[in-house]
């Protein structure tokens, strides 16, 4: 169970880590080549990026809400949803009054960092505790620290003068990167690439 929870988990953060940290690194860019309008990108930009880390946090809590599934126990979720609403319509009202629809997109991240950091904490003390370490660290953090990592070298030296196609080339090769980092990052996904190489490679020599 717990191999098999960690390589989900891994999976599922090296599928958002990448595409949400794209977004959060290169907002500006994305919109640009998607709606060709300056303005709107620049507009949109710095709502986009707090709302793509805060819907990849959300997604990193997929894996072990289906492990309470599985195991009978949706109370967990109920009373965590519950102290979420509760806190969440005054934050939202408070947020948007003051800073806009900034501070609607801020809410939603610090929302799904409170199930990641909190939520989870308490799913752990009653399934899979031993685990918990190593899905922050090895399923988590790895994943998401080494995209960020690439994502940042990247933004740091973009030329400011490319045109359009140029843009999609380099965000495309960007991309693959942050997809290759996170991959070689998880150790569950990791191990199972190079051991299905390894078993390619014993076919091969048998069949020779």
Known sequence: LAKTYH???????????????????????ILLLWTGNAVLA????????????????NGFMQI????????????????????????????????VGRFGALGAAWVWVLLNAGYVFLGAHFMYMRLL???????????????????ALIACFFYLVQPSDLGGLSQLIG???????????????APELRAGIFQYFRSRLKESHRSE
């Open 7 to 29: 390589r989900g988990s891994q999976l599922v953060a090296v599928l958002t880590a990448p595409a949400a940290l794209a977004l959060v690194f290169f907002p500006n860019n």
């Open 42 to 57: 620049q507009t949109a930009a710095p709502i986009l990026a707090p709302l793509a880390l805060g819907t990849m946090l």
């Open 64 to 95: 072990p809400y289906m492990l309470q599934l599985a195991h009978g126990w949706t109370s967990l979720a109920v009373r965590i949803n519950a102290v979420a609403v509760a806190l969440l319509v005054p934050a939202i009202f408070w947020a």
């Open 129 to 147: 505790p031993k685990e918990k370490r190593a899905w922050y660290r090895n399923d988590i953090f790895a994943p998401v620290l080494t995209s």
């Open 171 to 185: 965000l495309f090769v960007v991309a693959m990167l942050m997809i290759s980092g996170a991959l070689f990052a």
